[in-house]
T-cell receptor, first 113, second 111 residues
């Protein structure tokens, strides 16, 4: 039972353009969502989060959008840079479960110079 | 500020053996979690410790066990290793209510 899904295993984008990474969830009890970025041979690093009381959260080049009715969130990176090339995971904790995260399968982003 | 460190970085074990993986939490963090990441998949939550007690567990059998020590270092023990236990094991620490900080992981291969 995959409660958090990232249906695109990979995405290729030209430097300077927008990258849009998508994530769907099935558990309506999720009320907080996070995005992590992972480089090879390193652990995931926290990127940005959003609470279910918001529909948008922005941090520099990174913006996360949440559509609760569609159970869908997306991460926008503008402008994309070659250093953004990594695997991106969306994650959510079950209600009141703190940091016991359920992760999606990840999307590998490649930003071409 | 030191981050989360894990040892060893790589390990090869034989099916049926036991393994202990170690983690040193980031300074000031009082919770530690362990995740298993199989090839091509996202990390899966194994369990979490807070103040040396397990306070949450994912869908893993009892042969996966852990310890958290007073200095917030932690161990993950896996008994009776199976081939499917081959994965990257990630340790993460945090303060309550703050995002997880992950170590670089231990790559376990079971042959």
């Amino acid at each position: 039972d995959q409660q958090v899904k990232q249906n695109s295993p990979s995405l290729s984008v030209q430097e300077g353009r927008i990258s849009i990474l998508n994530c769907d969830y099935t558990n309506s009890m999720f009320d907080y969502f996070l995005w992590y970025k992972k480089y090879p041979a390193e652990g995931p690093t926290f990127l940005i989060s959003i609470s279910s009381i918001k529909d948008k959260n922005e941090d520099g080049r990174f913006t996360v959008f949440l559509n609760k009715s569609a159970k869908h969130l997306s991460l926008h990176i503008v402008p994309s840079q070659p250093g953004d090339s990594a695997v991106y995971f969306c994650a959510a904790p079950p209600y009141n479960a703190g940091n016991m995260l359920t992760f999606g399968g990840g999307t590998r982003l490649m930003v071409k110079p | 500020e030191t981050g989360v460190t894990q040892s060893p970085t790589h390990l090869i074990k034989t099916r049926g053996q036991q393994v202990t993986l170690r983690c040193s939490s980031q300074s000031g963090h009082n919770t530690v979690s362990w995740y298993q990441q199989a090839l091509g998949q996202g990390p899966q939550f194994i369990f979490q410790y807070y103040r040396e007690e397990e306070n949450g567990r994912g869908n893993f059998p009892p042969r996966f066990s852990g310890l958290q020590f007073p200095n917030y270092s932690s161990e993950l023990n896996v008994n009776a290793l199976e081939l499917d236990d081959s994965a990257l094991y990630l340790c993460a620490s945090s303060q309550i209510g703050s995002p997880l900080h992950f170590g670089n992981g231990t790559r376990l291969t079971v042959t």
